[in-house]
């Protein structure tokens, strides 16, 4: 067969071999934060847990922040921002995470691990990542090995999870109305100065805003997780929290109910109008119109649910009735955000309450950031970091990084010089001390 190639003189094929060489070294090479990057400073808030008179037992810095897979970036989706590319966010990325000067870090929508570990561990840190089935970016803890060494992790499916507990000995149903491949990720780590310790969780709940229901349900089957994984470590003294994107306010339902408050009739229709089987769970249900995609900002510009049918009885989701006994034996469980600027001796404008119009200052989740998220199209307040105490223990919040102020969000992110992801980090400085 004649050969329709140039054939290479022996100097041409060692070129080429060495060009190929270094572009491969170049991929591979870890990208480092530079040092002229600089981000938007933001102040940190005390609060009144401050002055505690007890001496804490365990102190540390926790973080949490949905870092915005470079995979799921389209230009469509954040047509104002400055730095798409991934060679333009990934050191602003990785500047952040250093900034943050934190012990402990929940991370959501991580991919891109072959350029962000060799950086965070020479930075001192030791990571546990873990995916839904198929998907291409994940969530990840990270800790500093100067303070904390691992015990055990564990990751759940929230797919594979039946959403209530088996005491018969007869199979349930899993009861979800949407398969979502989300996660949840539990680690615990204990203190290398004391036998003490922390279960920390992180997790990144199903995107869209009309299905409330299978978030409340994935929230459940997190917490009673949570509590078995620190049970069956036998640490009955271990605090356990859980940081990340769930992607709803603080009037939702699922918020209300990790407070251990009863749902508003609001609240309520939300969760029944969204008690639905879609075409992922049950293929026999017809598909018309846009599909609703299991990743955030997937096709369903509507933002309604599509391709699903009402639920029946054999379906086994869990009722307006049932929700609530099935979050009871776990809640109430309190937000770092919430209890800090609620308490804070400086007084912050960025809170929740402002921007909804008829909250009262007295209300759940009135002190929640005013955003999380901020984009050109959207605005939200999607993550929180919440604190789970043991009987003999307290968790006091001393401090928290304050909420960027909304004028320095308007045009969206991701923005240079402001933050590489569509979402703003949140980090609470807490301090473990024995219950008065």
Same mark, same amino acid.
């Given at each position: 067969m004649r050969s329709t190639g140039k054939t290479l003189t022996p100097e041409q094929e060692a070129?080429?071999?060495?060009?190929?060489?270094?572009?491969?070294? *170049?991929? %591979?090479?870890?990208?480092?934060?530079?040092?002229?990057?600089?981000?938007?400073?933001?102040?940190?808030?005390?609060?009144?847990?401050?002055?505690?008179?007890?001496?804490?037992?365990?102190? @540390?810095?926790?973080?949490?922040w949905n870092m915005l897979a470079q995979t799921l970036v389209r230009r469509d989706l954040f047509p104002t921002s400055d730095c798409l590319r991934g060679n333009q966010r990934i050191g602003m990325l990785i500047q952040e995470l250093m900034n943050s000067?934190?012990?402990?870090?929940?991370?959501?929508?991580?991919?891109?691990?072959?350029?962000?570990?060799?950086?965070?561990?020479? *930075? +001192?840190?030791?990571?546990?990542?873990? %995916?839904?089935? /198929?998907?291409?970016?994940?969530?990840?803890?990270?800790?500093?090995? %100067?303070?904390?060494?691992?015990?055990?992790?564990?990751?759940?499916?929230?797919?594979?999870?039946? *959403?209530?507990?088996?005491? %018969?000995?007869?199979?349930?149903?899993?009861?979800?109305? @949407?398969?979502?491949? /989300?996660? +949840?990720?539990?680690?615990?780590?204990?203190?290398v100065h004391s036998n003490l310790g922390l279960v920390v969780a992180t997790t990144h709940l199903f995107w869209h805003p009309r299905y409330t229901y299978e978030r409340a349900r994935q929230v459940s089957i997190l917490l009673r997780n949570v509590y078995r994984f620190r049970n069956e470590l036998n640490q009955p003294d271990w605090p356990?929290?859980?940081?990340?994107?769930?992607?709803?306010?603080?009037?939702?339902?699922?918020?209300?109910?990790?407070? +251990?408050?009863?749902?508003?009739?609001?609240?309520?229709?939300?969760?029944?109008?969204?008690?639905?089987?879609?075409?992922?769970?049950?293929p026999s249900v017809s598909s018309s119109g846009a599909p609703a995609d299991d990743e955030e900002g997937g096709e369903d510009p509507d933002r309604v649910i599509t391709n699903a049918r009402s639920a029946v009885?054999?379906?086994?989701?869990?009722?307006?009735?049932?929700?609530?006994?099935?979050?009871?034996?776990?809640?109430? #469980?309190?937000?770092?955000?919430? #209890?800090?600027?609620? +308490?804070?001796?400086?007084?912050s404008q960025s809170v929740f309450g402002k921007r909804l119009e008829g909250m009262d200052i007295r209300d759940l989740g009135y002190f929640e950031p005013m955003f999380t998220s901020y984009t050109y199209y959207w605005q939200a307040t999607l993550d929180y970091i919440f604190i789970a105490d043991p009987p003999n223990f307290e968790t006091r919040v001393t401090k928290v990084l304050e909420p960027i102020a909304t004028e320095v969000l308007e045009g969206g992110l991701p923005r240079s010089g402001i933050c590489a992801s569509d979402h703003v980090s949140l980090i609470a400085d807490l301090a473990l001390v024995p219950s008065d």
């Open positions: 070129l080429s071999q060495a060009r190929k060489l270094k572009k491969l070294e *170049a991929q %591979s090479a870890p990208v480092k934060a530079k040092k002229s990057i600089e981000l938007y400073k933001r102040n940190w808030v005390e609060t009144e847990q401050s002055t505690t008179p007890s001496v804490p037992v365990l102190t @540390f810095r926790l973080m949490t000067a934190a012990d402990v870090i929940c991370l959501q929508e991580v991919d891109r691990l072959e350029v962000l570990l060799p950086e965070l561990h020479a *930075a +001192g840190y030791s990571h546990i990542y873990a %995916s839904g089935r /198929n998907k291409k970016h994940g969530c990840m803890v990270l800790y500093r090995e %100067s303070q904390f060494k691992k015990i055990h992790e564990e990751t759940i499916y929230y797919d594979e999870e039946t *959403a209530r507990l088996d005491t %018969s000995g007869t199979s349930q149903p899993i009861g979800n109305s @949407f398969r979502t491949k /989300n996660i +949840g990720l539990i680690v615990a780590l204990q203190s356990s929290y859980i940081a990340g994107d769930f992607n709803l306010p603080p009037n939702d339902a699922v918020y209300t109910l990790l407070a +251990g408050k009863p749902l508003s009739e609001l609240q309520k229709q939300s969760i029944m109008k969204s008690s639905v089987v879609h075409a992922s769970v049950d009885p054999e379906d086994g989701l869990l009722t307006c009735l049932e929700l609530p006994k099935i979050y009871e034996p776990f809640v109430p #469980v309190r937000s770092a955000y919430e #209890v800090g600027l609620r +308490g804070s001796i400086q007084s």
